[in-house]
C-alpha cells in the first residue's frame, strides 16, 4: 500500500538516505501503482480508504467568472431525441459528440458547436442497454483519444454488471455516407461493491486515466472508481471512492487539464477545483463552488471544451427540440481558486 510519503517516480524508489522499511509484498503493489501515477508525478493513495465528504450543499457560492447560458443552436439532427451524454471532440474541432439514452441503436452523434449536423457512427461490439452519459480522454495509446460511453442506467437497480465501452475517437468524415461503421474495441464490465445502483455520470481523469462513476438515485452520492489499466477481460468489482452530500447527479465531466471536476443535476452544476498534483479525493472533501447554469427541460449532459474555458449543456428531453448552450469564461477573470 502507498502511503503517499515518498516519491517514487524518479527513480521508482525512494531516494537514497531516505528511511524505507517496507517489506516485498508492499514493495510490489509500489511499483504497480508508479506506472498508474508518475507521468503526472501524481501519488495514487488506496490504503485510505473510502472519503466520506460531510460538508453542507447549501448556499454554495456561485463562481461568478462564468457567464451565460450562450445559444448556440438548436439540434438539427431529428434522431438525437433523448440526448443524455456530451463531450467535446478532439479530432474535429468545433464540434461534439453526444448519444441517446436507453432503446437507441448503438450509435454515437456528431454535431458542430451551432447545433448542425456532421456525422452519425455505428459502433460495432456493442449494444445500448441504457447509455446515460459519455466521456473523451486518454486510454491505453496515450497518443490518441478515446471515447467511453457509460451503459450504467438502472432506474429500477435489477441489472447486476454495468459496462463502459471504450474505442478510439474517429478522425475522419466519409462524406458518401450517411452512417459509418467503427469498432468497438474494449468493454469494462464492473459490478458494485456496494449492492445494484443507478448512475447518468461517468468522467476519465486525463491525468491518471482512471474512470470515475457517479451514483445519482441514492443519498450520499456516491463515487467510485476504477483504476486505470481497467480489466477488459473479466468482471470485476469497482472501488468504492467516497460519498458526497447530495443526490441526483446526472452528468459530469472533468477539464482535459484535470483542474475542474464537474457534476451536474438537474438543477445545479457543481464544481470541484484540483489542485496541482492532487488526487481527485483530496479536491472532493473540500467544499465546491456552483457555476453558472439555468436549468433546462430534463437537462442532464454537461462537457467541458478543450481549453477549459467554456462548458456546453443540453436537453435530453423528448417532444422538444433540445437546443446547445455555452457557458464561458469571462475575460481576465482567474477561476482557478478551489
Known amino acids: 500500500m502507498v502511503t503517499g510519503k ?12 531516505r528511511p524505507f522499511f517496507i517489506n516485498q509484498v508492499r514493495y510490489l503493489s509500489i511499483l504497480v501503482l508508479i506506472s498508474i501515477s508518475c507521468s503526472q508525478d501524481i501519488l495514487t493513495d488506496i490504503s485510505m480508504g473510502p472519503f466520506e465528504a460531510t460538508y453542507s450543499m447549501q448556499d454554495i457560492a456561485v463562481k461568478e467568472c462564468f457567464q451565460g447560458p450562450l445559444y448556440m443552436g438548436e439540434i438539427e439532427n431529428r434522431q438525437i431525441t ?37 456525422s452519425t457512427f455505428r459502433i460495432r461490439n456493442t449494444g ?11 486510454g491505453p495509446d496515450r497518443t490518441m483519444n478515446y471515447l467511453y460511453i457509460a451503459d450504467i442506467g438502472d432506474n429500477r437497480q435489477v441489472h447486476d454488471i454495468k459496462s463502459i465501452y471504450r474505442f478510439k475517437e474517429p478522425e475522419r468524415i466519409d462524406p458518401e455516407l450517411r452512417v459509418q461503421w467503427i469498432d468497438g474495441e474494449d468493454v469494462i464490465r464492473f459490478r458494485y461493491p456496494d449492492g445494484m445502483k443507478d448512475a447518468e455520470t461517468v468522467m476519465i481523469d486525463p491525468l ?15 463515487v467510485y472508481i476504477a483504476r486505470y489499466p481497467q480489466n477488459t477481460e473479466e468482471i470485476f468489482e469497482i ?9 441526483g447527479a446526472t452528468g459530469g465531466d472533468i477539464s482535459p487539464d484535470g483542474r475542474n471536476i464537474t457534476i451536474k443535476t438537474k438543477e445545479i452544476v ?13 479536491a472532493f472533501i473540500r467544499l465546491p463552488s456552483r457555476l453558472p447554469y439555468i436549468p433546462e427541460v430534463q437537462g442532464e449532459a454537461i462537457a467541458w471544451n478543450e481549453e477549459g474555458t467554456a462548458y456546453y449543456t443540453l436537453s435530453e428531453s423528448k417532444g422538444i427540440i433540445p ?16
Request: net charge negative.
Open 208 to 222: 491518471t486515466r482512471d474512470l470515475l462513476v457517479v451514483s445519482k438515485s441514492s443519498f450520499p452520492t456516491s
Open 128 to 138: 445500448n442497454r441504457d447509455w446515460e452519459d459519455m466521456a473523451i480522454g486518454p
Open 82 to 118: 433523448e440526448a443524455s451524454g456530451l463531450a467535446v471532440s478532439r479530432s474535429f474541432g468545433g464540434s461534439l459528440w453526444t448519444h441517446n439514452n436507453q432503446g437507441d441503436h448503438n450509435r454515437v452523434f456528431l454535431i458542430g458547436s451551432d447545433g448542425s449536423d456532421r
Open 6 to 17: 515518498y516519491s517514487l517516480c524518479e527513480k521508482g524508489r525512494p531516494s537514497e538516505g
Open 270 to 282: 457543481y464544481n470541484w477545483t484540483r489542485n496541482n498534483k492532487e488526487q481527485i479525493r483530496d
Open 239 to 247: 472501488e468504492l471512492l467516497g460519498t458526497l452530500p447530495f443526490t
Open 323 to 338: 437546443v446547445l448552450y455555452k457557458y464561458e469564461k469571462k475575460a481576465d477573470t482567474n477561476c482557478s481558486e478551489p
